[in-house]
Nanobody, 129 residues
């Protein structure tokens, strides 16, 4: 059974940092593409970052470039999202999602989530001003 579990959210002041974790199981982690997606209140889901696990390639939405860093610990089948210099507009529920297909690979490079067919429950990040 494929499982993804995002954790690490919380309340932080603007300018602060949080590290989200996405623990995974049940699929070939080394061959996967794992995206972070967020959904702010009343808004659509938006891709934030993505990592191609085998290549180690990383991609970011312009809104988080230079502030967020995605990484993986392949031995733990876990992906992290280090979020620095947080802004109130980063407030959202953050999800991690995984795919292993060619479509997922293209989505990853586009920092999008189509083709990511396995999703975890989100974790709420609230940034106060």
């Amino acid at each position: 059974e494929v499982q993804l579990q995002a954790s690490g959210g919380g309340l932080v002041q603007a300018g602060g940092s949080l590290r989200l974790s996405c623990a995974t199981s049940g699929f070939r982690f080394d061959d996967s593409y794992i995206a972070w997606i967020r959904q702010a209140p009343g808004k659509e889901r938006v891709g934030v970052s993505c990592i191609m696990i085998s290549a180690g390639s990383t991609y970011y939405d312009d809104s988080v470039k230079g502030r967020f860093t995605v990484s993986s610990d392949n031995a733990k089948y876990t992906v992290y999202l280090q979020m620095n210099s947080l802004k109130p507009e980063d407030t959202a529920v953050y999800y991690c999602a995984a795919g292993t297909t060619a479509q997922a690979m293209v989505a990853c490079s586009d920092v999008d989530y189509y083709g990511m067919d396995s999703w975890g429950k989100g974790t709420l990040v609230t940034v106060s001003s």
